[in-house]
């Protein structure tokens, strides 16, 4: 008779969330039969929780956090709590940092590394009320209600800020991320699909409404599925193979209002207010060719980088040949098919790209095409290369004209707090362009010719110098009129 308002899965458990009745453990072994085998009650409104290891995460409302060991799932004891002094919503875990969607207070970085003894080491009060929280790659994604979605930099965790976000025509609750897309909850306004690939310019590339009286509250993503959980209009299923033009692929009628969902394979647990957990299975609609497997990892050594691209595919029809394609970070250029530009034999299990540069991050696609022309594409996976140690790369263009500018371009081995600074051949500091912490990886930086006093530094040759770990580093550019 309460309302369940969150799931979790892990394992052969689902972990609900009900709002008097604190947090309850079922097990989910016999999909057709689950059973409660445990619980905790926790005194406030239990919304949200995620689950690792021995330990669930769980979003109180008014009492905050709470870490609970459910290596007993019939017992489970709470180990740990933080006060966040606000209604906490949402929760998110990437290694031993808990980000907690705080409502009125917005994100808050918590150090779950000793669960009994959790604390706050960062901040960021978004304009809206968060509502949910997923990590990926150093950034928060916060579903901040009627302020959208707040892209948040939390690669230096201390010092959260925010430095994107998407507006909305409703109230973003939820918020899912797969490889580079956003897939939002946003309400009366459905799913929304945003390109986060740019993560400083998140872009909106697909919407799908619901049907009259749905109310997207929450979405989860697995493989190349979206499961939205649609308020009165129950669970909607999209395929999401083209993020730019999801299509409706199924539907479950619900008999109250489903908040929130989670998958594992092709089983969903669906929370649904007042008539509890839905646990379905979804059976995808069939298809005539499927990429089975597509994975990527990067290989470092001596002799240079790496990135060895595997596969399996599965057809009942001839297939033309494949295709690989490479989407560089940052770059607005898309995917490009690597190659050559040359189709590979369908025959063709892994193919290994050396064009790839330490320190940068790329993502990865396989295309399959057959022999009536059409391309079906795989899931596009990401691979960050480590650099192999600090570099300071040749500034482009070189040399460059006032106004123009130029960018600057160094690799870290780890985080390190860096100086990048501009001299001319005097010694004479003109500019500086980087002192902060950064984290690890290809990073850039621009000169627009200009000293830190927003004048032209004229015409002449100048050293850009970056220290960072201890070590020094320099190049020449030149500047012309």
């Known amino acids: 008779g309460d309302l369940t308002w969150g799931v979790a899965h892990s394992g052969s458990h689902a972990f609900v969330c009900a709002r008097n009745s604190g947090f309850r453990v079922l097990d989910v072994s016999a999909p057709a039969a689950p059973e409660e085998v445990g619980c905790y009650y926790t ?36 180990v740990g709590s933080y006060a966040t002094g606000v209604f906490v919503e949402g929760v998110a875990l990437s290694g031993s940092l808990l980000y907690a969607a705080c409502k009125s207070d917005g994100l808050k970085v918590i150090d779950v590394s000793a669960p009994a003894a959790p604390a706050e080491v960062g901040a960021y009060d978004t304009p809206g009320l968060s509502r949910s929280v997923a990590i990926s790659d150093g950034y928060a994604y916060v579903a901040d209600g009627a302020d959208g979605l707040r892209v948040i930099d939390v690669s230096t965790p201390s010092s ?29 306004a459905g799913l929304t699909v945003v390109d986060v690939s740019a993560p400083a310019s998140p872009t909106e590339v697909a919407s799908v409404p619901l049907p009259p009286g749905g109310l997207a509250f929450g979405v989860a993503v697995s493989g190349r599925y979206a499961y939205v959980a649609s308020g009165e209009s129950g669970l909607r299923v999209m395929d999401i193979d083209d993020p730019a033009s999801p299509a409706d692929v199924g539907y479950f009628e619900t008999a109250d209002f489903a908040r929130k969902v989670a998958v594992s394979d092709h089983t969903v647990y669906l929370a649904d207010n007042n008539d509890g957990l839905y646990v379905l299975l979804f059976d995808p609609p069939p298809t005539t060719m499927v990429v089975r497997s597509f994975s990527a990892r990067a290989l470092t050594d001596a002799s240079g980088s790496a990135v060895v691209l595997e596969w399996e595919v599965w057809a009942d029809e001839r297939l033309r040949g494949l295709t690989v394609y490479r989407r560089d970070d940052g770059s607005a250029k898309g995917f490009v098919p690597l190659a050559g530009n040359g189709i590979l034999s369908p025959s063709t299990r892994t193919y290994r790209d050396e064009t790839a540069v330490a320190g940068r991050t790329y993502d990865y696609r396989l295309g399959v095409l057959t022999e009536a022309g059409d391309e079906v594409f795989s899931s596009i996976e990401r691979v960050r290369i480590s650099a192999p140690a600090l570099a300071l790369h040749p500034n482009f263009p070189n040399p460059f004209r006032q106004g123009q500018g130029t ?12 100086h990048l600074d501009v001299f001319d051949v005097s010694g004479r500091k003109v500019r500086t362009l980087v002192d902060a912490p950064v984290a690890a990886g290809y990073r850039t930086a621009q000169w627009d010719g200009q000293n830190d006093g927003g004048e032209p530094a004229g015409s002449g040759v100048f050293l850009y110098v970056l220290r960072a770990d201890g070590n020094v580093l320099a190049r020449k550019s030149i500047l012309l009129r």
């Open 43 to 78: 005194g406030a409104w239990t919304h949200a929780s995620v689950v690792s290891g021995a330990h669930a995460f769980v979003a109180d409302g008014h009492g905050g956090l709470r870490i609970l060991d459910v290596s007993s799932p019939t017992a489970p004891v709470q």
């Open 160 to 188: 959260p800020h925010e430095i994107g976000f998407r507006g909305t025509t409703a109230s973003t609750y939820d918020v899912a991320i797969d490889s580079v897309f956003a897939y939002c909850a946003d309400g009366s």
């Open 407 to 418: 960018t600057i371009a160094f690799t870290l081995q780890r985080d390190a707090h860096v």
